[in-house]
Each structure stands twice: as C-alpha cells, then as structure tokens.
C-alpha cells in the first residue's frame, strides 16, 4: 500500500494519476543511472527509497537502468480507458522498481496489459496510431506551467505541491493543517 491509499484509510480525499515524463530523452533500452546522472550512486540511492517504503509494504530493489517511460504512460492512459490504471500503475511500479524490469520494452507491457485481462492486439493498434501522445503531451504542458521537475509530485488541493518520495507524516501533517483550516 503506498502513501497515497495510505491516506485514503485516514482521510477523505481523491486522487487522479497523470502520466509525465522526467526525462523523455531516455534512450529506447534504458540508460544506466550513473551514465545519466554524473556521480549517482544508484545502490545508496534505491536503499533509501527502500528504507522509506518498507513501512508502507513499497519494496525498491537497486535497479540498474533509468527505462525510457513513454510505452508505459501511454499503456497507463489504454489501462486508464478500461477502468483498470490503478491495477497497471501497480504492476508497472513493482515491474521496475521491484523485479528491476525494463519498462520500456514493449514485451513487458504487453505482459502487464495480458495480466489484467486486456487487449494487448487493441494496445499495440493504439501505441501504432499514436492515441495516448496527445495526453502526454498535454501533461507535459501543465507540469511545465506548475514546475513540476520529479515525480511523483502531489497537487494537494489548498495546499503546498509535494514533490519526491517524502515521509508519509509530511503528507499527514498538511491534510490535518488543511482540515483544520477548513473547519475554522
């Protein structure tokens, strides 16, 4: 259970997840953390993130590469249209961050989108036509215009924007601030 359904057993709230690329010029087949990122020490890097999700049942393993994410948000936006994108993003989450898979192939797509009973034939005419580019294009626009640079970034309505993987109290503390100034 990551933070966000965490919250939703303690507050009322409603989430919607859009697709967004940080580094859409990631190379088809992935690029190695520390290639992209000049003096990264991915495995510090992925143990922290473990650290911090181990409470929440979030598992990180240190994977090797950064995938290119276009094939994955645009199957997220197919998933989405058939009401299941809460079962995909899980399934893509625990892909890369978990199994330490490449996002970017297209086999371990169409695995995800067989898993949850969906048309993998109807999912490649559609990534063919180019269908979900427009949503990602139009999500790009809006997080350029909020300055969003990483993800995940939380839009809390009435609140400040969170950004990265941050403690589950931070998210607490500004939901209980914001029901508190709601009920003055």
Known sequence: MGIVERLKTEFDIADEWLPF????????????????????DSVAFFKQLDRQGEPLGVRFNSQ????NSSLAMQAGEFARKSGHHKR??????????????????????????????????????EL???TYMSVLSKTKKQASARMVTAAPTFFIEGGPQITGAQPLEQFRETLRNLQQVAGD
């Open 64 to 67: 090797p590469i950064m995938s």
């Open 128 to 130: 063919k036509a180019g």
């Open 21 to 40: 690329e940080i580094h859409p010029d990631t190379p088809l087949g992935g690029v190695r953390w520390e290639d992209y990122f000049q003096g990264m």
């Open 88 to 125: 995909y993003h899980e399934a893509v989450f625990e892909a890369f961050f978990t199994k330490c898979l490449d996002i970017g192939d297209q086999q371990i797509i169409t695995d995800i989108i067989n898993l949850l009973g969906l048309d993998p034939q109807a999912l490649d005419a």
